[in-house]
């Protein structure tokens, strides 16, 4: 049975900076590409980030420059460092394993002043 568990959610400032972790337990993540989901309030799931095994990444468009995306794979860890976070970057964000379609429970973002 293979878990994501998400952390590092929370209440930011706008400008402010988050990181979001995502751990897997009963996979290793290394052998397939992740990736970082986000869906606003009424709005749908979309892809804010992807790396694959190798280490390419890309980016949706609303956060490129600001959003990195990262994999220790020895901690079987994907990270989403969030930088000059704005009030539109709020949501929940997921992680994903993209070849086995399984999710983490999601963690809270909000930027508000």
């Known amino acids: 049975q293979v878990q994501l568990v998400e952390s590092g959610g929370g209440l930011v400032q706008p400008g402010g900076s988050l990181r979001l972790s995502c751990t897997a337990f009963?996979?290793?993540?290394?052998?397939?590409?992740m990736a970082w989901h986000r869906q606003a309030p009424g709005k749908q799931r979309d892809t804010v980030a992807t790396?694959?095994?190798?280490?390419?990444?890309n980016y949706a468009d609303s956060v490129k420059g600001r959003f990195t995306i990262s994999r220790d794979n020895a901690k079987n860890t994907m990270y989403l460092q969030m930088n000059s976070l704005k009030p539109e970057d709020t949501g929940v964000y997921y992680c994903?394993?993209?070849?086995?379609?399984?999710w983490g429970q999601g963690t809270q973002v909000t930027v508000s002043s």
């Open positions: 790396i694959t095994t190798s280490g390419n990444t």
């Open positions: 009963g996979s290793i993540v290394s052998i397939y590409t």
């Open positions: 994903n394993i993209v070849e086995l379609n399984y």
